[in-house]
DNA sequence: CGGGTTTGACCAGCGC
DNA sequence: GCGCTGGTCAAACCCG
């Protein structure tokens, strides 16, 4: 997996039913929505890191949550969403200079994921992909920011 | 001292 | 089957 099929600002199909965006909206503090796509079949590949080995005992479903991920144009990587997340990784990825941080939603029984990434092409743009839903409220209620997440909520309730 | 980051190792999936 | 690559773990480290 190199690239997520994100789709890119020159397509002017993408277009988000929820999220009445424009490719030129503007978020509270200056980022530029781009574009938002899920994806529903990503193949999971649960670790159970047992060291014991119980190789095939517990059958884990293949699916894993649906992911949206979206573009920013920001000079910082860390976009304050609201909540609180934990960094549990960092891969370089080919292709690409910079590297991609995965990060973990802290919040007790919320296992909501994101990797952030910058584009080797364009690095102003940052790609932000989130894993999950969060099921509690947020943090730090951040303006518009909020309202955009709640409707990803909605969104992502229907599938 | 507690919570977050860094960083190398480990593991699984996939392509060749 | 092997090697590459992406994703995750976890111990050490850092910082308020």
């Not at 020159?10 to 277009?15: L, N, R, V």
């Not at 910082?76 to 969403?81: H, P």
């Given at each position: 997996m190199e690239n997520y099929p994100i789709l890119f600002p020159?397509?002017?199909?993408?277009?988000s039913p929820r999220l009445a965006?424009?490719?030129?909206d503007t978020i509270s503090n200056g980022q530029v929505f781009l574009g938002l796509q899920d994806e529903n079949n990503v193949p999971a590949s649960h670790a159970s890191r047992e060291k014991e080995g119980n190789p095939s005992k517990k059958k884990e479903k293949k699916v894993r949550k649906p992911r949206y991920a979206f573009r920013t144009r920001s000079q910082?990587?860390?976009?304050?969403?609201g909540f609180r997340w934990r960094k549990y990784g960092q891969k370089a990825v080919k292709n690409n200079r910079f590297p991609r941080s995965y990060y973990r939603c802290t919040h007790q029984g919320c296992d909501v994921k994101k990797q952030v990434q910058r584009l080797s092409?364009?690095?102003t743009i940052v790609v932000t992909t989130y894993e999950g839903v969060h099921s509690h409220p947020v943090d730090k209620p951040n303006d518009n920011f909020e309202d955009i997440l709640n409707q990803m909520k909605i969104y992502s309730s229907f599938q």
């Open positions: 020159s397509s002017t199909s993408f277009h965006l424009s490719p030129s910082i990587d860390i976009l304050d969403d092409m364009d690095e």
